[in-house]
C-alpha cells in the first residue's frame, strides 16, 4: 500500500478479498454478456436522448480507453507473426479500402440507390476499418491481432484512397488531413500502445492473463459508453422522419452484414477459415466518423445521420453473429 492508502495496479491484480470480489464478477458477467450488452446499449441510447448527448463528448477518450483495454489483451509475439506477412497484410487491406468501395459503388447504381443513402453506402465501404476492430474481433472469437494491423494500416492509408474513390465515384471532394488523421492514430492507439506496453512489462502476462475476464468486461462497458454517445441525435430524425430511418437502417444493416459476408466467401479459398471471417468483420464495421469532419458543405446532411445509423448494425452484430461464427469455426 502505498502512503495514501490506494493499491497499485500490481496489488489490484493479486487474488481478490472481498471488497473486490463483487466488482470483479460484475466485470466477468459483463464479459459472458457482451453482445447482448452491446445490442441493447444502442437502443437505449436512441430512447435516452439525453443520456446520449451527455456521452457524446465522452467519446474519443472512451476509444483511447478502449484501445488501452483491448491491447493489454492482444498478444505481442502474434502482432509480430502477421506483420512478417506483409502481403497478407497488405492485401487485406486493399481490399478494405479499393475492392469493397468498388463493390458497393456498383451494387447501389445495379439497384438504382443513388440518393443520399446510395452515397452513404459507397462512403462507408471507402472507409478505413473501425479502430475498435479488435475488441470486436475478441468479443465473437475471432482474431484481434490481425484486426488491429488492418485498422492501424487502413486508417492511416485511408487520406490516400477515399478522396480520390470519393470524388471520381460521388463527385465529392473530401478534404481529409493526412496530419490530423495522423494525429488521431496518435492518440487513439499510438499513445494506449504505449501505456499498455508499459503495463504489461510491469505487471507480466501471467498475472494479465489471470484477470483476462475482468478485462474483457471492462472493454465491453466501455463499449456500452461509446454506444450510448454516437446515437447523439437519432431520436430525433427518428420522431421526424420514421421512414427514412427505417430505410437507412435497412440499408446500414445491408453494407455492414452485405461487405461481411461477401468478403469472407470470397477470401475463403484463399485463407483459413478464421482469417477469412475476420476479413469479413473488418469489412463490415467501418470507421463512419472519420468523414463526419470532412464532407462538403453541400453535401445532403442525410449522409451525415446514415453514417450514426449505421453505428447500429456494429453493435448488434455481435449479439447476431456470435453464435453463428462459433458454428463456423466448429465446422
Known amino acids: ?4 492508502g490506494y493499491r497499485t495496479l500490481r ?30 446499449s444502442i437502443f437505449v441510447g436512441v430512447a435516452l436522448a439525453p443520456l446520449a448527448s451527455t456521452m457524446r463528448g465522452v467519446v ?12 493489454l489483451r492482444i498478444d505481442p509475439a502474434q502482432v509480430m507473426a502477421w506483420l512478417r506477412r506483409r502481403w497478407m497484410v497488405a492485401f487485406l487491406s486493399a481490399w ?43 468479443l465473437v472469437g475471432l482474431d484481434a ?64 492473463e489471470a484477470v483476462g475476464k475482468p478485462l474483457d468486461g471492462a472493454a465491453v462497458l466501455v463499449l456500452v459508453v461509446f454506444a450510448f454517445g454516437v446515437m447523439d441525435g437519432v431520436q430525433a430524425r427518428l420522431l421526424a422522419d420514421p421512414l427514412w430511418v427505417a430505410g437507412g437502417l435497412v440499408a446500414a444493416f445491408g453494407v455492414n452484414f452485405g461487405l461481411n459476408g461477401l468478403t469472407a466467401l470470397a477470401l475463403a479459398p484463399f485463407l483459413d477459415r478464421r482469417t ?19 464532407l462538403p458543405a453541400a453535401a445532403d446532411p442525410s449522409i451525415l445521420l446514415f453514417f450514426a445509423i449505421g453505428q447500429i448494425p456494429m453493435f448488434v452484430g455481435p449479439f447476431v453473429l456470435r453464435p453463428v461464427y462459433a458454428r463456423l469455426r466448429r465446422a
Open 1 to 4: 500500500m502505498h502512503g495514501g
Open 11 to 40: 496489488e489490484l491484480l493479486q487474488p481478490p478479498d472481498r471488497l473486490t470480489l463483487f466488482p470483479l464478477r460484475f466485470l466477468e458477467w459483463s464479459a459472458r454478456h457482451g453482445s447482448a450488452l452491446l445490442a441493447g
Open 60 to 71: 474519443t477518450p472512451a476509444v483511447a480507453l478502449l484501445m488501452t483495454l483491448v491491447l
Open 96 to 138: 478494405v479500402l479499393l475492392v469493397a468501395p468498388l463493390v458497393a459503388f456498383g451494387v447501389t447504381r445495379a439497384v438504382g440507390l443513388d440518393g443520399p443513402l446510395g452515397a452513404g453506402i459507397v462512403l462507408v465501404a471507402a472507409s478505413c476499418a473501425v479502430t475498435s476492430a479488435p475488441a470486436f474481433a475478441r
Open 145 to 208: 491481432e490481425i484486426s488491429l494491423i488492418v485498422a492501424v494500416a487502413t486508417t492511416a492509408l485511408l487520406p490516400f484512397t477515399a478522396p480520390p474513390l470519393a470524388l471520381g465515384l460521388l463527385g465529392l471532394d473530401l478534404a481529409i488531413s493526412v496530419g490530423g488523421l495522423m494525429l488521431r492514430l496518435a492518440l487513439i492507439i499510438g499513445v494506449p500502445a504505449l501505456l499498455a506496453l508499459a503495463i504489461r512489462r510491469w505487471v507480466g502476462a501471467a498475472r494479465l
Open 276 to 294: 477469412a471471417l475476420t476479413a469479413g468483420l473488418l469489412a463490415g464495421n467501418r470507421n463512419q466518423a472519420v468523414f463526419l469532419a470532412v
